[in-house]
């Protein structure tokens, strides 16, 4: 039997990894139920008054995003490495780089598309105008590629460490921040009417930059790990 | 050229050169710190518009300088370990997270003293602030992982990477910082010109700034030694260093 | 010196306060990183010499008892 080749090896893991996830739906409704209760704190602590908030939810939306992409993203390679099947990886014949973006990618499928896909009805619970929603889903889209790519570097680094969890936070979070800046800076311009195409460029600039360059740190993170 | 490359790897080379370079290295650097303040604090005349609270610049400046320079040092010593595993240039790449974490906690608290009396504030987001103040998290950041791990030849390893995506981060991050205060700059708060600095004003400026280079230079390098004899105390050369 | 007097240098017309906590939490700053190395090292050069002593005590101790020991049981 010869080996597959590098396409059908990564649509094999991204499948994997979709099934995975799949058999513990749990795991996928975490970020969305988390996302629901966060949003639920910001009117308990800022007040109910509804044009306030609408005025702060764009960055509201996207900290909240950020977040429950931060907190699932330390698991992406968890139980792999737990279970040893990480070691298979590495010694697979297909280059690693491949083998990271498909893993990104499914984690990219299960936290970022979702989010984006409801992040609409959260964000007019927060009273967000209804001219902007299509650019929050979008600019989620885009930017949740990025957060997940940035999110597995921090991953691979920390998937060896017994205790990942808050570390993973102070590695990764400045590198969130232009993303951060940009989805929400789009938002905010479809809310006031602007055109919000030059922000989505930017993000799909970063997302495009993040899938050249973010596979190589963390295949080069990963090989570390299972050495150390 | 290569031969130097190959000393540059060897510990005990490496531990002799750099005590020969301290012995006369710290004292010039001290001097030129004390001339430096000196003459920044008492020789210049104040600023005509922010009067005498300008005189921090001769430290917040050089610091500032000096954390941004180190965070790249780093990761070019992180890139040469990685790349040729050189065991020192890890040594090096480590001891620089500590101290360039200092000098932006150094260039952070003055900026925010002198903003007090500038613009009546001690914090404000502006862009060069904020941006200090992500370098400080990518250093702490760097510092934390290395602490994380057991294995401290991974722990270099995980850190050289962080570094360099860090070098690749950097530039966006000040690019968009930079950006996203154009699209909030408040209109309470007026910079001054900074382009016009009178040469009485910049000399001692220039000289703090090269002595902030030795200051980080020494302290990379004592930082080395120790992280040298650390890692090398069973070797024969360090028993004989200490026991002879 | 531009400054008249010392209380002037001190006073700085009102932003002394200002300057000098300035200056000497940054001194504060490069005092710790120069100083703190050469603690560091002369606290792990004594620990290494103290490594170092106690094996060649246990040294001179194994071969110093080793003949009588062993002797007995060789007769």
């Known amino acids: 039997m010869s080996a597959p080749s590098t396409f059908r090896f990564c649509a094999r893991l991204v499948r994997r990894q979709l099934v995975l996830a799949v058999r513990r739906p749990l795991e996928i409704g975490n970020p969305l139920l988390f996302f629901a209760m966060v949003v639920a704190l910001f009117p308990l602590g800022l007040g109910p008054a509804p044009d306030q908030l609408a005025r702060f939810a764009p960055g509201i939306l996207w900290i909240i995003a950020l977040l429950a992409n931060l907190l699932s993203s330390d698991a992406v390679f968890r139980s792999d490495f737990d279970d040893g099947s990480l070691e298979q990886l590495l010694l697979a014949p297909q280059p690693l780089y491949a083998a990271a973006l498909s893993y990104i990618f499914a984690h990219w499928l299960i936290t970022g598309v979702l989010l984006a896909l409801v992040s609409p009805l959260f964000a007019g619970m927060l009273g967000l105008p209804g001219n902007a929603m299509l650019t929050l889903a979008l600019s989620l889209l885009l930017g949740s590629g990025v957060l997940s790519l940035i999110g597995g570097i921090g991953a691979s680094l920390t998937v060896g460490l017994k205790r990942g969890g808050m570390l993973i936070s102070l590695l990764i979070l400045p590198f969130y921040m232009p993303v951060l800046i940009f989805g929400s800076a789009a938002v905010q311009a479809a809310v006031t009417g602007a055109d919000a195409g030059p922000y989505l460029a930017i993000l799909g600039a970063m997302l495009s930059l993040a899938i050249a360059l973010a596979p190589l740190a963390i295949a080069a993170g990963l090989r570390i790990s299972v050495d150390a | 050229m290569w031969s130097f490359f190959h000393k540059l790897g060897s510990p005990p080379w490496l531990y002799g050169i750099s005590g020969s370079i301290l012995r006369w290295l710290v004292p010039i650097t001290l001097i030129a710190l004390a001339v430096g303040i000196c003459w920044g604090l008492l020789y210049t005349s104040p600023d005509f518009r922010q009067g005498n609270s300008y005189r921090i610049i001769y430290i917040h400046v050089p610091a500032a300088v000096v954390a941004l320079a180190g965070y790249y040092v780093m990761a070019i010593a992180g890139a040469v370990s990685l790349i040729w595993r050189m065991k020192m240039a890890d040594i090096a790449m480590k001891s620089c997270a500590p101290i360039g974490a200092a000098l932006t906690f150094v260039a952070l608290v003055t900026g925010s003293i002198w903003g007090k009396p500038t613009w009546g504030t001690w914090w404000v987001w502006d862009a060069?602030?904020?941006?200090?103040?992500?370098?400080?998290?990518?250093?702490?950041?760097?510092?934390?992982?290395?602490?994380?791990?057991?294995?401290?030849?991974?722990?270099?390893?995980?850190?050289?990477?962080?570094?360099?995506?860090?070098?690749?981060?950097?530039?966006?991050?000040?690019?968009?910082?930079?950006?996203?205060?154009?699209?909030?700059?408040?209109?309470?708060?007026?910079?001054?010109?900074?382009?016009?600095?009178?040469?009485?004003?910049?000399?001692?400026?220039?000289l703090m700034i090269v002595a902030f280079y030795g200051l980080f230079t020494c302290a990379l390098l004592m930082n080395m030694r120790v992280e040298i004899l650390a890692r090398e105390s069973r070797t024969k050369w360090v028993r004989k260093l200490v026991g002879g | 010196m531009y400054f008249d007097s010392v209380s002037a240098a001190i006073d700085m017309a009102g932003h002394g306060g200002y300057v000098w906590s300035a200056y000497f939490i940054s001194l504060l700053v490069i005092a710790y990183l120069l100083v703190l190395p050469g603690l560091r090292q002369r606290s792990l050069k004594r620990q290494i010499a103290g490594e170092l002593r106690r094996e060649a005590h246990a040294a001179a101790l194994h071969s110093s008892e080793d003949p009588a020991v062993t002797s007995p049981g060789e007769n």
């Open chain 2, 128 to 206: 060069r602030v904020t941006s200090m103040l992500i370098l400080l998290f990518l250093y702490l950041g760097v510092v934390a992982l290395y602490e994380a791990f057991d294995n401290k030849a991974a722990a270099s390893k995980a850190c050289a990477v962080l570094s360099l995506v860090g070098t690749v981060n950097i530039p966006i991050i000040y690019k968009s910082v930079d950006w996203w205060y154009s699209l909030h700059q408040p209109a309470t708060i007026k910079f001054t010109d900074e382009s016009t600095i009178d040469p009485s004003m910049f000399y001692p400026l220039l």
